[in-house]
Nanobody, 122 residues
Framework: QVQLVESGGGLVQAGGSLRLSCAASGSIFSINVMGWYRQAPGKQRELVALITSSGSTNYADSLKGRFTISRDNAKNTVYLQMNSLTPEDTAVYYC????????????????WGQGTQVTVSS
């Protein structure tokens, strides 16, 4: 019904930058919240940042100032600009969206992408 496809991950040196993108497609009537989570090896998945359709944002405290989330509502796409990367940012980054479906059952449903690997070398 809904697919989220992430792109932009890769290998970068410490201090570098990456920009992740996530495009949602399918039977989408509206999307309220889109965002990013990450999961490092041996650790639990954690919040990176969220953004509402009106542009309100929420960041993990430890990432404020280095990461910026943005969104293009017309394209159902969310972005994550990551600056001053450190090896501790190495993780699989997952996109999520809170979707109301076209002709679907009432309510909103959470969808997740497959994840994109970000590796930061020291």
């Amino acid at each position: 019904q809904v697919q989220l496809v992430e792109s932009g991950g890769g290998l970068v040196q410490a201090g570098g930058s990456l920009r992740l993108s996530c495009a949602a497609s399918g039977s989408i009537f509206s999307i309220n919240v889109m965002g990013w989570y990450r999961q490092a090896p041996g650790k639990q998945r954690e919040l990176v940042a969220l953004i509402t359709s009106s542009g309100s944002t929420n960041y993990a405290d430890s990432l404020k100032g280095r990461f910026t989330i943005s969104r293009d509502n017309a394209k159902n796409t969310v972005y994550l600009q990551m600056n001053s990367l450190t090896p501790e940012d190495t993780a699989v980054y997952y996109c999520t969206a809170d979707v109301e479906l076209v002709g679907g059952p009432p309510g909103r449903y959470d969808y997740w992408g497959q994840g994109t690997q970000v590796t930061v070398s020291s």
